[in-house]
C-alpha cells in the first residue's frame, strides 16, 4: 500500500512570496503519477499539477513548479509571486497508472497544508 | 468538455435516516467513477470505485454503498445514517491521462 505524508499542517506567507509545500510518499512501485490538488473555501478540489514519476523533468505550470526526487520520494510544491487567491488547502496525491490497475485504488492522499496569503 | 454533477450541495439529516447522493459525468463514456469521503480536517478517503454499469467495489466497510444504474451516474446510499457519517462527500472520474478531476461535492450533516 501506499502513502503519503504532508508534514506541514498549515503555512503563511507574504503576498508576492516564494512558498514550498513538503510532500513526502511511500511506494514499492517504479512507475506512478503524483499530483498537488489545491481545494479552496470552496471545498471544490482542482488540479494544480501532475508529474509522472518516469520523466525525470520536473512538471510546471505558470507560477506552480515541482521538485520531484525519486530516489528519496518527495515531491514539493513551489508557487512563485504567490497570490490572495492561492489561499487555500493543498493536497499532494498518489496513483499507480490506470493500465497498472492502479485505477482501483484511486488516489491516495496526504492530510494537506493549509496556506494561507497575507496581504 | 466534459463536466460533473453532484447533488444535493447541502444536506442535514437525522441519525437513522436514509441517504441518496448522486452524481452524473456529462461529455464522456464508460467512466471510471468514484467515491470520495473527507472528514473535518482530513484528507480524503476512497470509499466505492466503479468502471462500469453495474460494477462496484468497497475500499473501506461502512454502512454505505454505492450503485451504478447508468453509465454515467454514480449514486452513494446508505439505509441508516451514523453521526460518524457527516463528512463531505465527492464524486471523480479519471481522465485518459490519469487525472481524476472532482465535481463540487455535498456536504453532509447529520445530527
Known amino acids: 500500500a501506499q502513502t503519503v505524508t504532508q508534514s506541514q499542517p498549515e503555512m503563511s506567507v507574504q503576498e508576492a512570496e516564494t512558498v514550498t509545500l513538503s510532500c513526502t510518499y511511500d511506494t514499492s512501485e517504479n512507475n506512478y503519477y503524483l499530483f498537488w490538488y489545491k481545494q479552496p473555501p470552496s471545498r471544490q478540489m482542482i488540479l494544480v499539477i501532475r508529474?509522472?514519476?518516469?520523466?525525470?523533468q520536473n512538471a510546471t505550470e505558470n507560477r506552480f513548479s515541482v521538485n520531484f526526487q525519486k530516489a528519496a520520494k518527495s515531491f514539493s510544491l513551489k508557487i512563485s509571486d504567490s497570490q490572495l487567491g492561492d489561499t487555500a488547502m493543498y493536497f499532494c496525491?498518489?496513483?499507480?497508472?490506470?493500465?497498472?490497475?492502479?485505477?482501483?485504488?484511486?488516489?491516495?492522499f496526504g492530510k494537506g497544508t493549509h496556506l494561507i496569503i497575507q496581504p | 468538455s466534459q463536466t460533473i454533477h453532484q447533488w444535493p450541495a447541502t444536506l442535514v439529516q437525522p441519525v437513522g435516516s436514509p441517504l441518496s447522493l448522486e452524481c452524473t459525468v456529462e461529455g464522456t463514456s464508460n467512466p471510471n467513477l468514484y467515491w470520495y469521503r473527507q472528514a473535518a480536517g482530513r484528507g480524503l478517503q476512497l470509499l466505492f470505485y466503479?468502471?462500469?454499469?453495474?460494477?462496484i467495489s468497497s475500499e473501506v466497510p461502512q454502512n454505505l454503498s454505492a450503485s451504478r444504474p447508468q453509465d454515467r451516474q454514480f449514486i452513494l446510499s446508505s439505509k441508516k445514517l451514523l453521526l460518524s457519517d457527516s463528512g463531505f462527500y465527492l464524486c471523480a472520474w479519471i481522465y485518459d491521462g490519469n487525472e481524476q478531476f472532482f465535481g463540487p461535492g455535498t456536504r453532509l450533516t447529520v445530527l
Open positions: 466503479s468502471v462500469g454499469i453495474g460494477q
Open positions: 508529474q509522472e514519476a518516469y520523466k525525470q
Open positions: 496525491a498518489f496513483m499507480i497508472p490506470l493500465v497498472r490497475g492502479g485505477g482501483a485504488d484511486g488516489l491516495t
